[in-house]
């Protein structure tokens, strides 16, 4: 296999941005194939730290970047991206950066309307992004989407104009939102377009001539399966599928291609956003988690909610997402503490199970079972080998690889890129 698709299997933020890094230097293209900008995270290379919301991260590595057709591009924010990190020295050009003349496209009318449908919502939000994600998928499925290819044609702007703002408009005016008209828009999108056109590309037709070249290509997975918009806490959820099988859908290449799946976990649980979450804790240890773990949101800055490590949603999410191998991250975060937790089961109204429901009454019903080893002494940050570990932490990733039914194959010791212990190099599996 000379591919890899890396999917976090949590509610995102389990540290991907390191790991991807690490695999990126060793692939020769990296494809986002889902989400948009919602995603976030930060690079550290050398004495440069990079933040990325849309770009794929090997750009960072000078490798070629692609944005799937499954992605929705903020033609604005890539722009902005483009130029921040071309400020940090790094090169962005036609030739590295390649994005699907299918993608379609966010524009300022869909930020509005999430932002506004969420104030509606009110105490019911779902705490997404408001950037815009939900809307444009929205128009995507409802064949409204302008999409990169439509720049180039102002005619087929013109009408997909009208029939977007008739849509958009009525929705906005109904939530008492401001509308927008046709003439900013045009303004908007035929203003960006010289800037954005030259990077677009057939990129299924790239993509397979790479395969056939023998090119090790990387998939980069943005949120993670429990904001999958199918098999995730749904409605609390993103708006695409952030399982490995979209990696072949949201860039055009074959179900076959997506190669090694890495599912990332954090050696405990963190969430953003609304929705349930029965490992959660609401005491002074989730605020120690929290507190250690410097956790708070990428893109928004909101502090994330914590909690155990929840087998029996990782363990889903294996299944679902096709995990082939876990990287674990974070273990560091956990060094000291007297008792660890893993949920391993759930209780619903008096009765256990390991069954999570769909129905989102009984989720939020949902009450944890927990498992309670013994924590280490000694430390595992910056470990970089299995032996520089503690027994007890050993036994804990052992623990965590027999709820979960499947191997940790990277475990991550700190921030640095080198402080990680590799079991399995994925890209050779
Ligand atoms: P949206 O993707 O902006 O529509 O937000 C929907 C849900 O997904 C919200 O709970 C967000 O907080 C969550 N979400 C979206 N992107 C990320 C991410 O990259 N990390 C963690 N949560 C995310």
């Known amino acids: 296999m000379s591919n890899v698709t890396v999917i976090g299997t949590q509610w995102g933020d389990e540290g991907k941005g390191k790991i991807v890094d690490w695999l990126a230097s060793r692939a020769d293209i990296v494809v986002r194939f889902q989400g948009g900008h919602n995603a976030g995270h930060t690079l550290v ?60 496209l966010i524009l300022p009318v869909h930020g509005a309307l999430d932002r506004a449908r969420e104030a509606a919502r009110g105490e019911r939000k779902i705490g997404t992004t408001g950037r815009g994600i939900g809307p444009a998928y929205e128009d995507k499925v409802a064949r409204r989407a302008i999409r990169l290819c439509d720049l180039a044609e102002p005619e087929t702007l013109d009408w997909k104009l009208d029939e977007l703002l008739l849509h958009h408009n009525t929705l906005l005016r109904g939530l008492g939102a401001a509308t927008f008209t046709k003439d900013e828009l045009m303004a908007f999108l035929t203003g960006i377009a010289p800037r954005v056109l030259p990077f677009m590309a057939p990129v299924w037709d790239l993509l397979d001539d790479s395969r056939r070249a023998g090119s090790r290509i990387l998939f ?20 695409s599928n952030t399982v490995a099988a979209n990696a072949g859908t949201g860039s055009g290449v074959s179900p076959t291609s997506v190669g090694f799946v890495l599912g990332i976990a954090k050696a405990y649980t963190t969430r953003v956003g609304e929705g349930p979450f029965p490992s959660e804790l609401h005491d002074e240890m989730g605020r120690t988690l929290g507190e250690r773990g410097h956790e708070f949101g990428t893109v928004t800055g909101r502090p994330r909610r914590c909690g155990w490590f929840d087998a029996v949603l990782v363990r889903r999410a294996v299944r ?110």
């Not at 007890?392 to 191997?407: D, S, T």
Request: proline share 6%.
């Open 220 to 239: 980069e997975g943005a949120q993670a399966v429990m904001l999958d918009v199918d098999h995730g806490t749904y409605p609390y959820v993103t708006s």
């Open 320 to 429: 679902v997402g096709g995990v082939n191998g876990l990287a674990l991250t974070k273990l560091d975060v956990l060094d000291g503490l007297k008792e660890i937790s893993i949920c391993v089961g759930y209780e619903l109204d008096g009765v256990k199970t390991t069954h999570f429901p769909s129905a989102p009454a009984a989720q939020a019903r949902i009450r944890p079972v927990f498992e309670t080893m013994e924590g280490w002494e000694g430390t595992t940050h910056g470990a970089r080998s299995w032996a520089d570990l503690p027994a007890q932490a050993i036994k804990y990733v052992r623990r965590i690889e027999e709820l979960v039914e499947a191997p940790v194959t990277m475990l991550s010791t700190s921030p640095e890129r080198d402080d990680t212990i590799l079991m399995r190099d994925p890209f050779e599996d």
């Open 45 to 104: 290379v050398g004495d440069q730290t990079y933040k990325l919301s849309l770009l794929p991260s090997g750009l960072v590595r000078g490798k070629t970047g692609v944005i799937g057709n499954g992605v929705v591009v903020d033609p604005e924010a890539l722009l902005k991206e483009i130029d921040r990190v071309t400020a940090q020295g790094l090169k962005v050009t036609p030739d590295t950066l390649k994005i699907a003349e299918n993608a379609p």
